[in-house]
């Protein structure tokens, strides 16, 4: 089978791989689409802190069940699947009290652990989400994107009724403000690209505004009629969107860290205390975070089709880096397509 192996930095090597086959408990996926995601990119540019190589990418992606191994009568051959990419010990502190996603010894697939760029792939039938015949291929590429937002939403308590700003109109700022808006929240989105704002505008998020044009303080007070914002996502991870959202958000708001930030911010700990804001980290998703992503598709209330960018073929996964690179703020989702 073919297998896409970044062997460093800007290098991909195709390999001919022995098809793997399932053992007891486990599934056979056959992959149909892979989507790029900004941590693959960082992995490309060789600026991701806890990936070496050579590595196998792949952890946003769609298949179809090709096999199954001895034990499993849940799971139907043919079906359209995705799956979690977590790697977890389950004896750690974190794993004991349900909290896995957050293992102390936690490997993802792609980073640290073999991905899915290869035309088989196996993994466990528990890490298994089966996805609705109607689900495009490039649908069910989305659904761990998607789970990012649905977790990183449901770490504020309660979003229905309030005021929130997401910093960021990127692919997971974008999904992030779907996701806020279907759980009852009056969104406000911000980005410096106009084309990301025109994507989320597409999406159903209606109050868009480029910090170039208008201040947030004149945007927050137009789209919440001067009553502040409750609720800060920063889903861009850099210093100046992190200070925006922690000297903007109403005193006793919450500021939700879901950017990766490659280089350390400086933030105002003593505005933070001053105003005792809650100050909360969210890290990827659990399995019900994928089933809800699926239902929230599957409902429309998550719109996908805006960020459909472009899809490049398996042997050109090459290219679709170069393509990100040239068109930076202008593209949102890429796919490989097996």
């Not at 692919?171 to 992030?176: C, E, H, R, T, Y």
Request: hydrophobic share 40%.
């Amino acid at each position: 089978m073919r297998q896409a192996v970044m062997t460093s930095p800007g290098q991909i090597e195709f390999r001919d791989a022995p098809e793997p086959s399932p053992g007891p408990g486990e599934v056979l996926m056959r992959i149909k689409r892979i989507g790029v995601c900004g941590s693959d990119v960082h992995v490309w540019h060789g600026k991701h802190p806890y990936t070496s190589y050579p590595v196998v990418q792949g952890h946003e992606y769609s298949a179809i069940i090709e096999a199954v191994g001895e034990g499993i009568n849940n799971l139907k051959i043919g079906s359209k699947a995705t799956a979690t990419p977590q790697l977890i010990c389950g004896k750690c502190a974190p794993c004991k009290r349900g909290d896995y996603h957050i293992c102390d010894v936690l490997k993802v697939e792609g980073f640290q652990a073999p991905g899915t760029a290869q035309d088989l792939f196996v993994t466990t039938a528990d890490k298994v989400v089966t996805l609705p015949d109607s689900f495009s291929f490039e649908q069910g590429a989305l659904v761990e994107p998607v789970s990012v937002a649905v977790h990183c939403v449901n770490r504020v308590d309660l979003v229905a009724g309030k005021n929130v700003v997401v910093f960021g109109a990127g692919p997971i700022g974008n999904l992030v403000g779907q996701v806020a808006r279907a759980n009852g929240a009056k969104v406000l989105v911000t980005d410096l690209s106009d084309f990301r704002l025109e994507i989320a505008k597409k999406c159903g998020l209606e109050n868009c505004f480029n910090p170039r044009t208008i201040s947030l303080k004149e945007a927050s007070d137009k789209v919440f009629e001067k009553q502040g914002f409750d609720i800060a996502l920063e889903c861009v991870g850099v210093e100046a969107t992190m200070t925006d959202a922690i000297e903007n958000v109403e005193k006793g708001g919450t500021v939700v860290v879901v950017g990766v930030f490659g280089d350390k911010p400086r933030i105002d700990l003593g505005l933070v205390q001053d105003r005792e804001l809650k100050l909360v980290g969210t890290l990827m998703y659990k399995y019900e975070d994928y089933l809800k992503a699926v239902e929230l598709i599957d409902s429309g209330k998550v719109k996908t089709e805006p960020l459909f960018s472009k899809h490049f073929d398996f042997d050109q996964y090459a290219e679709a880096y170069d393509f990100i690179d040239e068109q930076r703020d202008k593209t949102m989702k890429v796919f490989i397509d097996l």
